[in-house]
């Protein structure tokens, strides 16, 4: 069975795929210890019967379904460099692919798996005081419309949780955001009037009571200027022309529109710095576990840095950087030595002779 995984939310898909993969070898299992005279056939006889219901079979084998598109969804935001409006797009069609998981529901499969089940039915005798054995069984008469029905009112209680999952204010937030991920569909009075960009062209104040008792108050100063945005706004329209999605626009005013307009430059610098999740952060402090272990705790934090960077962002080194790599070592054998690192050499003789290298 699949175990218990740093990536938590992918245990639910892979422990429903396996049980619905291994449906008649999970009900042979629970048969056999119901019919055991340890301590748990009871245990094993009550599973066994309650998953060889075709009400059960059909909630397990739907649930799979759903789960699968929403792994996918969270795989998919996990990507470094992903900014909110492609999070709201992934999002959208995760929530399409699961409002269609009933209509793609394979039954011919679920009956053949009901079929099968019956085959590993358990014996058990009826009372205490009889001799006869009973075996159980299933019955693969379903009523599809009913089944159907039910699995539509689950998949609505899905989705309906997904929406609550994002309350009217972050809703707002993501809809203003994702018309900066296409400006050109807007006029520049349509963008200049965006909720965001007044916000970020406003003074911030803020309030709060100390431990004295005391109230404080603070004005910060707005982050942008709003007669700048208004003066460069035909030069951004004409740099970022074509281009959708924050992290292209942002690389695109990287390389072409941080003199002729900054500001909207530092607008789109802080769009690509909102957070979609905690999973990088996560995966950061997985990653520095396995490096610094309670037996290698002595690495300089420059070591440490470098190591993490390596191992998270999955640098690619190209020829030149190993060959630059090796020479340095070679040019530096007591750098070598101290990093407990041993070169071995080709040389011509041993080439030629097409010998063992060493």
Request: glycine content about 4%; proline content about 3%.
């Amino acid at each position: 069975m699949p175990k218990p995984s740093i990536t938590r939310w992918s245990y639910s898909y892979e422990i429903v795929k396996f049980a619905c993969q291994h449906y008649s070898a999970i009900i042979l299992t629970f048969s056999t210890i119901s019919q055991s005279t340890s301590n748990g056939s009871s245990d094993g006889r009550r599973y066994v019967t309650d998953l060889m219901k075709p009400v059960v079979a059909f909630q397990i084998h739907l649930l799979r379904d759903i789960l699968r598109p929403s792994m996918q969804f969270l795989r998919q935001i996990e990507r470094r460099g992903l900014c909110l409006d492609q999070f709201a797009l992934n999002v959208s069609a995760a929530r399409e692919t699961i409002s269609q998981a009933m209509n793609n529901f394979d039954f011919i499969s679920f009956r053949t798996t009901l079929n099968n089940i019956n085959d590993f039915a358990p014996v058990f005798t009826l009372t205490s005081h009889s001799t006869r054995l009973q075996q159980q069984s299933t019955s693969t008469d379903i009523d599809e419309g009913e089944l159907s029905q039910m699995g539509n009112d689950f998949i609505q209680h899905v989705l309906q949780s997904l929406d609550n999952r994002f309350n009217t204010e972050a809703k707002e937030v993501i809809e203003n955001l994702c018309v900066f991920s296409s400006p050109s569909n807007q006029s520049p009075d349509e963008l200049l009037s965006n909720p965001l960009i007044q916000k970020y062209t406003s003074s911030i104040s803020y309030t709060h009571k100390g431990v004295d008792g005391k109230i404080y108050a603070r004005t910060d100063k707005p982050l942008l200027n709003l007669k700048y945005l208004k003066d460069d706004v035909y030069a951004f329209y004409k740099i970022t022309e074509g281009v959708t999605t924050i992290p292209a626009i942002l690389s695109k005013l990287a390389k072409f529109g941080s003199e002729q307009c900054p500001e909207w430059y530092r607008l789109y610098q802080i769009f690509g710095t909102f957070a979609v999740g905690s999973n990088e952060a996560e995966r950061m402090f997985s990653t520095l576990r396995r490096i610094k272990t309670w037996m290698r705790n002595r690495l300089s934090d420059t070591t440490v840095e470098i190591l993490l960077k390596v191992s998270s962002l999955d640098i690619q080194l190209t020829d030149d950087a190993v060959n630059f790599i090796v020479q340095d070592f070679v040019k530096n054998p007591g750098r070598a030595k101290s990093r407990n690192i041993t070169l071995f050499f080709k040389t011509d003789e041993v080439i030629e002779n097409d010998a063992e290298h060493f």
